[in-house]
């Protein structure tokens, strides 16, 4: 017989999610809390994702916490936009701060969780053997986390560096190597500009182009810090009733409502001042939606990347094709780094990979790039990626994938029927937005949850099917409203192979998200069913 640790409630995930909802359990609630990490330090995506270049694409004042007047007050940026160690920093003191270093167990990887039903209880177990009873299960287990790493033929044989950049070794420089990246999506664009002048040659492997427009980065001053902090109560008011949640007000103006000459100076004005969001959300209000609105934010973009590589070519090889709706990109750089003499393009679709060679990466023309270095900016398995690599078994013994064997569903992005106080932060079909206003959105209102069944003696709480459905129907019905449908992407699962695409996000908006987590909590949680201690008791 096992021995176990028991405890209030299991976090798994020391992201911002996971760092978030210890802190609300523990510090505000009073419950004994575990939390697990397999990194070896908190910050989730920002432990993992050390490549060279690596940005948040959100804003720096609105990428971090809301919950707290003080860290909002004491914190400080130098940059429109925050970069990697600057997160991570960030994140390390909000752990210090909070006093949860303590709680939470580095270095071990949760393997396992079975529901024991006559207990009502879950049972994790860890890669190292531990084993720990709670009532609660929260997942913060990340959306963008669990690796994307394509089995090229012949990878085995490289006698080179292969580096996933979500995995990438602290402080691993590439200066002066031959290095090829494969991947162009955010992850890729970034750590290709930043490469680029540090390496002695580049070969960029482009499968599909992308869409992308200037970040801009700029210093920010002391004064416009004070400035924003002190109207941080209005800007966190705005963000959680908006819809991406970026920090600024969308777009209500119909593209083709105005003149050509006035989209232009509109897109024009968007693309001098920076960000990937703003260009699709508040320049026009249907450019996700409308197919022909779409095209004129597209069409400018190409013009634009034709514009900036010189090389007929390597622009051609560089220039997306088609509907402009993917999770919209922005970058440093990217498309000036291929006017680089010791940068290349190589235009997969048309010249595929044929497979890696000891020296480098043949493709079907025949020609080997001799590598020193593989960089995968691969992405990931989003969103249920890291569920399914673990154990998960609920009520009547059901496994999670078997349980989202037809697709990933959940109620509300927060959890799913037969998986009792087994809660998801950033679960399928949960919001699509700037994620930490979300992120505080889920774990504020699981949290009221525990909170509320600890109050009244709610032993179990777990949503019906029907409700679960509804809300998988909800998703969808928004989602085909959206362009977003029309293009393979990781926003549908359709970037790994093997994996089944299907609606992973709600893309209703955080303002309406919010909304119906209120009304659903507001009508003793409608769509829920509660089991009392009394009723198990009899
Ligand atoms: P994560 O930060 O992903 O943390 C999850 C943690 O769970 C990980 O540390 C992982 O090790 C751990 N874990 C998972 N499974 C287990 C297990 N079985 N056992 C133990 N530990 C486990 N979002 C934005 O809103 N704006 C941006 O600009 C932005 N930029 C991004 C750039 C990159 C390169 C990436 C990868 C993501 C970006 N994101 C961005 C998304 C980002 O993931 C979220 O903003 C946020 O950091 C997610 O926090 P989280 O706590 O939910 O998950
Ligand atoms: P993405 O957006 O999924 O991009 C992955 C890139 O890798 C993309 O260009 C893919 O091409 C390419 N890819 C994937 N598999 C292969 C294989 N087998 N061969 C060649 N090329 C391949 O991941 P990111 O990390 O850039 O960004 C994910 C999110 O994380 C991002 O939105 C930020 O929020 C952070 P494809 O387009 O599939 O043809």
Redesign the pocket.
């Known amino acids: 017989q096992n021995t176990f640790q028991t405890v209030d409630a299991v976090v798994?995930?020391?992201?911002?999610?996971?760092?978030y909802a210890v802190h609300k359990l523990h510090n505000e609630q009073g419950l004994t809390v575990v939390g697990?990490?397999?990194?070896d330090g908190p910050?989730?995506?920002?432990?993992?994702?050390r490549y060279p270049g690596?940005?948040?694409?959100?804003e720096s004042h609105v990428?971090r916490f809301s919950f707290d007047k003080d860290l909002l007050q004491d914190g400080t940026w130098k940059h429109t936009y925050i970069t990697?160690p600057e997160i991570l920093e960030y994140l390390e003191d909000v752990v210090d701060r909070f006093d949860l270093r303590r709680h939470f167990r580095f270095g071990?990887?949760?393997?396992s969780a079975t529901y024991l039903e006559d207990e009502c209880l879950w049972e994790v177990t860890t890669g190292g053997g531990a084993v720990y009873r709670a009532k609660y299960v929260i997942n913060?287990?990340?959306?963008?986390?669990?690796i994307n790493f394509p089995n090229l033929p012949g990878i085995d044989t490289f006698e080179g560096e292969t580096i996933h950049?979500?995995a990438w070794p602290q402080g691993k420089s590439l200066a002066g190597r031959r290095v090829g990246v494969i991947g162009t999506g955010?992850?890729g664009q970034?750590v290709i500009t930043a490469l680029a002048p540090e390496v002695e040659h580049l070969t960029v492997f482009v499968r599909t182009p992308q869409y992308s427009v200037p970040v801009g980065k700029r210093p920010v001053t002391t004064q416009q810090i004070a400035e924003i902090k002190a109207d941080y109560d209005n800007i966190w008011a705005q963000v959680k009733r908006s819809g991406v949640a970026f920090g600024f007000e969308e777009s209500t103006v119909p593209a083709m409502s105005v003149t050509e000459e006035e989209r232009r100076q509109v897109y024009e004005k968007a693309w001098e001042y920076g960000g990937g969001f703003r260009f699709m959300f508040e320049t026009f209000s249907d450019i996700a939606t409308d197919e022909e609105a779409n095209e004129t934010a597209a069409s400018f973009i190409r013009n634009k990347i034709v514009e900036t590589i010189k090389d007929p070519e390597t622009a051609r090889k560089l220039t997306p094709t088609g509907l402009f709706a993917r999770r919209p990109l922005c970058d440093d750089g990217y498309f000036q780094v291929f006017n680089r003499p010791n940068v290349e393009a190589v235009a997969i679709k048309e010249n595929p990979i044929r497979e890696v060679t000891a020296k480098g990466v043949v493709t079907e023309d025949g020609v080997l790039h001799e590598l020193d270095v593989i960089v995968f900016a691969t992405g990931?398995d989003a969103v249920d990626g890291?569920y399914r690599?673990?154990e998960i078994t609920g009520r009547d013994g059901v496994n999670i994938n078997d349980h989202w064997d037809g697709q990933p569903t959940s109620y509300l992005g927060v959890s799913t029927a037969k998986f009792p106080n087994w809660f998801m932060?950033?679960g399928p079909n949960g919001p699509f937005?700037?994620?930490?206003p979300s992120?505080e959105t889920q774990v504020e209102w699981i949290s009221d949850t525990v909170a509320y069944a600890e109050e009244n003696g709610i032993r179990a709480i777990e949503p019906t099917p029907e409700a679960e459905a509804e809300w998988t129907e909800t998703c969808t019905t928004i989602a085909n409203m959206t362009v977003f449908t029309k293009v393979d992407s990781w926003i549908f699962g359709a970037n790994v192979p093997g994996k089944k695409p299907s609606v992973l996000f709600y893309l209703g908006g955080l303002g309406n998200y919010r909304g119906v987590l209120d009304d659903v909590a507001a009508n003793g949680y409608s769509g829920f069913e509660l089991t009392s201690e009394a009723a198990v008791a009899a």
Do not use: H
């Open positions: 798994i995930g020391a992201g911002f999610g996971g760092i697990f990490d397999k990194a910050g989730g995506t920002w432990y993992w994702n690596a940005l948040s694409d959100t990428y990697q071990t990887e949760v393997k913060a287990v990340g959306l963008l986390s669990a950049t979500a955010s992850t970034q990931f890291n690599r673990m932060v950033l937005t700037n994620l930490p992120i």
